[in-house]
């Protein structure tokens, strides 16, 4: 799928580089509680049994059913009957699950649980018909919008049972729950009372880019829409999955009534995205009833009377008629898919739409929900075959006829790996299985332009690399993206760094640093960034805001300050932009502020349009600026740096003047620190002192001696 890219965005791999060893840092613990996940999946099979005369069988016990997966035996773990005949008048005014988000579980394998004060509705949907109706207005047209709405209300006047419980459910710009479960009609009628004939989108799918056989309007080009039509059908079952993930943990069969006008799926593009939305529903008990709202339609050969002339010469060989058929099967395959993979049933070309509403209710008013757990605790995402056997040969039995396992990550493909990013970088629950920390700061590089880099660490120890004969390999997946105040989308990226060193064992003591940056103007900003290793799929995100201050009204204007023990050799590829990047060398930042007294302790920032000394026997261009760096552990001073003066500007391009003081650490005995830079400007008579904070630790203990190539893995 093509990605558009802000146009403020900037990102580019700096370095990934391995500081200095940090086993006992305060922020990444050396010991850590033991993490214990566990899972149980119940597959669940709705069964109707029914006689010659097509009537429903009662009073069938667990021993009447024998299960097989895959040819094997299955134990019946859980065993009962649903009978919505049963339901009387017993009024549910509204059961709140759509607009209730689950929560979300530790463990990617787990169900959803429901929130507090929903699990006590739950038996609300005993013997009860629980129905959505969801309505893609994104792909009709108003008039197929009317069809829709009329259809339903004409089933909620005329249909609707005391059994029922519907919820209304919309697609347009967004999902949205216009109406959560309920037995009111009026309360469903008003709902569908706000589909009006301009509520839907009216998008039909687009072109494929060639002329032949399409509509001459007289523009020079046909446009190619294939990539937006891969988009849209995503969107479509993106959303189909999400109302299944909310309605996983009720346990009776739920159906879904989904209004279209067909859905187009191209090729392998689309493949990952329906299968996900298949396995989510099959996961909720949830069977799906699509509703082509097109209707019978007649496909005139050379095109409607409305329609222009057709281009080329497919309208006098038949072709123009062979592809509209096509076209039409194309956009209901799709549906006969969902329909007959969920355990529910397509409606195709037909103008009764009231047959979808009776099948839904034939199909559920009486059914046995039969559990059991797999003997194959394979989690290779294939399908599974499931076969219902009776002891009694004489009646017939419907029933899902399979399944698809659930996939860990090393059986995922590419698009299923890709979604699982995309989903944690929506969620607002982070990941915590991978530890990742991150830190940003700033620096002015034009009129109300900054470049903000952006440091991401993860510790050497939780990435596990896979040997080989010659080296140890192992890949990290980078997401991350800025959104400002205003919650728009102002920057993202996306990177995968492959590292591959002599021996993993080095790695292991150090930190993996990933190194970029955005261009930003001044303002707030909430920066979010997922990691995954690639081996067994853990993830971990973090999540921060920035400020960069408006510095047009600030007497001093001055960059945020760098803490580093690493500078080295600059990458290949220079960033425009990047101060810290300069003649050949960059300043590696230490994210955590924790440093060994055998290091160098370097501190970089930036002071920007400081006044003009115009003093006797001055330079024009002259200017006077003064800076240490002051520790403090509490409030002793231990130590403070001499004093440095700098008279130009050494970044005239961007009216900066650089400082990048070296301090070594054994200057400063083990302990934490806060550390106070010192800025002034002589000639104007203003100051600043920023302040951070840093642990200096004892040197490391002599141990087994690393050979030069392991000390210095090169992963960048």
């Not at 893609?136 to 089933?155: C, F, K, R, W």
């Not at 409606?347 to 559920?364: C, E, I, P, R």
């Not at 009204?553 to 220079?574: E, H």
């Not at 002599?702 to 392991?710: E, I, R």
Request: charged share 20%.
């Amino acid at each position: 799928m093509a990605k558009s890219f802000s146009t403020r965005w900037f990102s580019s791999l700096i370095a990934v580089c391995l500081q200095a060893a940090l086993l006992c840092s305060p922020m990444f613990p050396q010991d850590s509680d033991y993490v214990f996940h566990a899972s149980t999946e119940l597959v669940l099979v709705n069964i109707t049994v029914r006689d010659k005369d097509g009537n429903f069988v009662r009073n069938l016990k667990p021993e009447d059913f024998s299960v097989l997966e895959d040819g094997k035996p299955q134990k019946v773990a859980s065993f009962d009957i649903e009978n919505t005949d049963a339901v009387a008048n017993a009024d549910v005014a509204q059961v709140k699950l759509l607009n209730t988000p689950p929560k979300k579980s530790s463990s990617a394998s787990s169900p959803a649980q429901p929130q507090p004060g929903v699990a006590e509705a739950l038996g609300a949907f005993k013997d009860r018909r629980m129905i959505v109706l969801f309505f893609d207005l994104s792909g009709m047209e108003p008039d197929e919008i009317d069809h829709s709405v009329t259809a339903a209300q004409n089933y909620v006047d005329k249909q609707m049972a005391p059994a029922d419980l519907v919820a209304v459910v919309s697609l347009g710009d967004s999902l949205n729950v216009n109406q959560d479960f309920t037995q009111d009609k009026t309360q469903i009628k008003k709902a569908l009372s706000v589909f009006s004939t301009g509520g839907g989108q009216g998008f039909e799918e687009g072109s494929t880019g060639t002329t032949e056989g399409t509509a001459d309007t007289g523009g020079s080009f046909t446009a190619d829409d294939t990539e937006y039509n891969i988009f849209n059908t995503d969107r479509r079952l993106e959303a189909l999955r999400s109302i299944a993930a909310q309605l996983s943990h009720v346990e009776q069969k739920k159906s879904l009534i989904y209004f279209s006008s067909g859905m187009d799926r191209t090729g392998i593009e689309n493949e990952s995205e329906l299968r996900a939305a298949v396995n989510a529903a099959v996961r909720a008990n949830l069977s799906i009833y699509t509703l082509d709202i097109r209707g019978l339609q007649a496909l005139v050969p050379g095109g409607e009377a409305q329609s222009a002339s057709l281009r080329g010469t497919s309208p006098y060989s038949g072709a123009s008629t062979m592809n509209a058929l096509n076209s039409n099967y194309t956009t209901q395959e799709t549906l006969v898919t969902l329909a007959g993979d969920t355990g529910g049933r397509a409606y195709l070309d037909s103008n009764d739409f009231s047959k979808v509403f009776k099948g839904v209710q034939a199909d559920t008013s009486n059914y046995y929900m039969l559990g059991y757990h797999s003997t194959n605790t394979a989690r290779d995402g294939r399908y599974r075959k499931i076969t219902v056997k009776l002891t009694h040969a004489d009646y017939k039995i419907e029933y899902r006829k399979g399944y698809y396992a659930a996939a860990d990550f090393k059986h995922s493909n590419q698009e299923d790996r890709e979604r699982q990013l995309n989903e944690e970088m929506a969620s607002d629950l982070p990941s915590t299985d991978l530890p990742v920390y991150l830190s940003a700061g700033y620096f002015r590089i034009g009129t109300d332009r900054f470049f903000v880099p952006i440091s991401v660490v993860v510790p050497g120890s939780e990435i596990p690399f896979a040997s080989n004969s010659t080296r140890d390999k192992a890949t990290l997946d980078i997401m991350g993206e800025a959104i400002d105040d205003k919650l728009r989308p102002v920057g993202d990226m996306r990177d995968t760094v492959k590292l591959a060193v002599d021996t993993a064992t080095e790695v292991k003591r150090k930190n993996v640093q990933y190194d970029s940056g955005f261009i930003l103007p001044a303002g707030t900003y909430h920066l979010k960034f997922v990691v995954r290793e690639n081996q067994t799929g853990r993830m971990g995100s973090f999540e921060t805001d920035a400020t960069i201050p408006d510095m047009k009204s600030a007497p001093l204007k001055m960059s945020s300050v760098i803490l580093a023990s690493q500078i080295q050799a600059g990458t290949k590829k220079k960033i425009i932009g990047d101060p810290l990047l300069r003649d050949g060398s960059e300043i590696v930042p230490n994210v955590t502020h924790v440093f060994t007294s055998e290091q160098h302790l370097y501190f970089y920032y930036e002071v920007y349009d400081p006044t003009l000394d115009g003093g006797k026997g001055k330079s024009n261009a002259d200017i006077r600026l003064l800076s240490s760096v002051s520790f403090f552990q509490g409030k002793a001073k231990t130590y403070e740096t001499p004093l440095v003066e700098t008279r130009q500007l050494n970044a005239p391009d961007r009216h900066a003047a650089i400082f990048q003081l070296d301090v070594p650490l054994t200057q400063l005995k083990p302990g934490f620190y806060t550390c106070q830079v010192n800025v002034v400007d002589d000639a104007a008579g203003h100051f600043l002192f920023p302040r951070l904070a840093m642990l200096v630790r004892a040197p490391q203990a002599a141990t087994t001696p690393v050979s030069p190539t392991a000390a210095n893995p090169g992963a960048h």
